[in-house]
């Protein structure tokens, strides 16, 4: 497999990822899953971390 293709994958499934996070934060939030203000921060971090995880493999997938 192509090292582009790799990279673009990578950068599917930490956008995924991403999305996952984000609704787990949202969940949190309204209060239907277990988790305090410590969690939504934990978890917004590693959403910040999985963005632009998902950022830079699309890069490198466009330039290899």
């Known amino acids: 497999m ?4 790799v990279y ?3 950068g599917l499934f930490s956008f995924g990822a991403a ?3 984000a609704r787990l934060v949202v969940r949190i939030q309204k209060g239907e899953l277990p988790g305090g203000d410590l ?3 934990y978890l917004r971090i590693l ?3 999985l ?3 998902a ?3 699309g890069f490198r997938a ?3």
């Open 39 to 41: 969690w939504v921060l």
């Open 19 to 21: 999305l996952l996070v």
């Open 62 to 64: 466009f330039s290899a």
């Open 55 to 57: 950022i830079v493999y």
């Open 8 to 10: 673009a994958l990578l």
């Open 51 to 53: 963005f632009a995880a």
């Open 47 to 49: 959403l910040g971390f």
């Open 2 to 5: 192509p090292q582009s293709n």
